[in-house]
């Protein structure tokens, strides 16, 4: 039998639903001894992982992006692995990973307790699994309510972007790591460490979880206008084609200056403000997840 704190966010998109209720209920009876909280402050989420992490053998997080967010620390300092059901709207980092999106089905997935280890990111001591961004994407985090999401489901975030746009400035930003130095002015900068971002948006066509590198962009603000016609390019992760977008992989660590000083935003939550310091922290956090077939050739360097 395993023994698993369970948090279930009752305010995410699905987490008061009948299928949400089947898939806890499918836990119990599939074996695993559940110590559940389901009335809970997410402040609270990573001392609760600690204090009882002599007793359990994972932690089970029943909600969405920001909820799982919210364990991070407490996950990565007592390496108990993080089993997901996905009941947000974005549920990014669940789609990174492979997790069936249909609340019985991803259970399965969790008694079944295939592990796997992915990379972490850090900003200003704030960990994220799917990206940091400044800018536009801060604008969209304060226009993104909830009542929004509940309302509207994945397409409160295109309705949400289109309110940021028309009030995003550009801002001046300077990124230096290694022997990497760039100037620019820019209405977005984002920080992906996982694929998706945003409700399904990728951050790159070629991110991996677990390559042990951080994906950079950078949207300039030169033809503004065609920021909206540039979406599929984001949505399919190949915005590194575009003439307005500067791009590239580091492992860290990278610094992040901007003029004026400005909100970080962290997997939708405003968590830090510039200047910045980025890290990679490989292979930090353990997760109940399918087993991909390991990747063929060399793995990603630098670019």
Known sequence: MQRALLFLNRYSRHGSTSAANAAVRQLGEGGMSLLQYSNYDRCDMASLIRSHAPEIDCVIVAGGDGSINAALEGLVATGLPLGILPFGT???FARTLGIPMEPTAAASLVMQGDTRSVDVGEINGHFFINVAS???SVELTRYLTGTLKRRWGRLAYPIAAAKALAHTRPFKVRITGGD????VRSLQV?????VYYGAGMAVYDRARIDDQCLDFYCLEPAH??????SFAAFRRGSNRALSSVQAFCSPGPIEIHTEPALAVNTDGEITTTTPATVRLLSKALNVIAPIENPPTGDQR???
Do not use: H, T
């Open 134 to 136: 400044i800018g536009l």
């Open 90 to 92: 974005g549920n990014d």
């Open 190 to 194: 984002a920080i992906g460490n996982g």
């Open 301 to 303: 360097v630098a670019e």
């Open 180 to 183: 990497r130095s760039l100037d």
């Open 224 to 229: 503004l206008w065609r920021v909206p016609l």
